[in-house]
């Protein structure tokens, strides 16, 4: 799960890592009580999960009440590469000397973590990494050991920050690592840290991706849930449990494992065809899941055509068409299925499947065919409706 930068801030200052104080909003009088909350001068920032705000027009300083109006009303709406702007986040402006950055990653190749210091903060990493890849320190740090002061000193050093900035510096590190092992995050990222006019040491951004399998041991998680970027229809996966992506095209795709999932969404494509979403239902899948991924597949209006791709091993036929069967007489499924049923008991379950109204539901021998089949309808049924 990727944080907001408001969200990060807190995850952060939770950690005893320092951040201006701040409010967010989500229209243009919250904005001004958040602003007024904070204290002049403030930054009024757009809340959206990519980078590079500043320069896209997401981000803008505003000196009174009248200046936030005029930025929160350009802010909030806003379309920044893509993600809508529903929310801001106002703070206190700091006032810069310098931009540094600092992150912790894991680094499979190595299996170790790595952390990452430079002292040219407030741009693209990825830039000065390919420019001037000797500008960032680099540190793997064996997960049973950790993090040292003496290591963060030397990751501190090595990336040449001004040592004014070097006792904050190490400090953050240490509780940033600490964020990062500790709160469960598969990434911590701050760009830029910066050293104040004042010569504080603080995070002006905050990107933190937590780790979902960890979920489990942070009820406290579910704050961060209440906004997210996700649409209706992952929404109404996530509350029954289903693996789910939404995409973009017209069939609508059902498997069992991620693998055959992953690898029917490509047989749509060769087909010519594009899916609506990736839907898995997992190994062992009831009846009711799959009359629950039906439910998900069918609030698609854009799905024309439903394909069904299970291999039965754990998951048995007579499962998956029962689950079906309880579908149908659940809800009014809008699109045609076709059917891909194999495996375990796969018999059995076609059996079950030959009561049903053939028109609604056909059953194919192959991927393939069954690719071939959906796209045709789902092809047709885009014709006929234009
Ligand atoms: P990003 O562009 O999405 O990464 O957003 P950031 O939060 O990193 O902000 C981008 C840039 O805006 C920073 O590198 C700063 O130069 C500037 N900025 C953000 N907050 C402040 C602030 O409080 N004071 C000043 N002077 N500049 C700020
Ligand atoms: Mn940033």
Redesign the pocket.
């Known amino acids: 799960m990727d944080l907001f930068?408001y969200q990060g801030k807190r995850y952060f200052a939770r950690f005893g890592i320092p951040v201006?104080p701040g409010a967010t909003a989500d229209d243009v009088d919250q904005a001004v009580a958040a602003a007024t909350a904070a204290g002049y001068p403030v930054?009024v920032?757009a809340q959206v999960l990519?980078?590079?705000?500043?320069?896209a027009g997401?981000?803008k300083?505003a000196r009174d009440a009248e200046e936030v109006r005029t930025h929160a009303g350009a802010i909030l709406g806003m379309d920044l590469k893509g993600h809508r702007v529903r929310r801001l986040w106002l703070?206190h402006?700091?006032?810069?000397d310098q931009?540094y950055y600092a992150s912790f990653t894991l680094d499979r190749a190595a299996r170790a973590h790595l952390g990452l210091v430079s002292a040219r903060g407030?741009v693209d990493i990825e830039q000065v990494a390919a420019s001037e890849p000797d500008a960032i320190a680099r540190i793997h740090i064996d997960p049973a050991i950790g993090l040292s002061e003496g290591v963060a000193r030397q990751l501190v050093e090595q990336a040449g920050l001004d040592p004014v900035a070097h006792d904050g510096a190490i400090g953050i590190l240490l509780n940033l690592y600490r964020c990062y092992v500790e709160g469960d995050a598969d990434l911590v990222e701050i760009?830029?840290l910066i050293l104040t006019t004042e010569g504080r040491v603080m995070a002006?951004?905050a990107k933190v991706t937590l780790d979902d399998n960890a979920s489990f041991r942070h009820p406290e998680w579910d704050e961060f849930r209440d906004i997210d970027e996700h649409d209706d229809r992952e929404r109404l996966a996530a509350s029954l449990g289903l693996q789910y992506v939404g995409l973009d095209g017209e069939v609508g795709i059902i498997a069992n494992g991620a693998g055959l999932a992953m690898s029917t969404c490509d047989v749509v494509n060769q087909v010519g065809g594009r899916p609506a979403n990736f839907l898995d239902i997992g190994g062992g899948a009831s009846a009711e899941v799959m009359a629950n991924a039906l439910d998900v597949i069918n609030a698609d209006p854009k799905v024309k055509a439903i394909f069904i791709n299970i291999f039965g091993g754990i998951t048995r036929g007579e499962e998956v068409a029962n689950g079906i069967v309880t579908a149908l007489g659940r809800v009014d499924i809008a699109a045609p299925m076709v059917i891909r049923l194999d495996g375990t008991n796969a018999e059995a379950g076609r059996e079950i499947l030959r009561t049903v109204d053939s028109a609604r539901l056909q059953t194919q021998p192959t991927m393939l065919d069954a690719a071939r089949v959906a796209e045709a309808l789902a092809r047709a049924a885009a014709e006929g409706a234009a």
């Open positions: 930068e201006s930054v920032k990519v980078g590079g705000r500043g320069k997401g981000i300083l703070e402006a700091s006032s810069i931009e407030g760009n830029p002006l951004d």
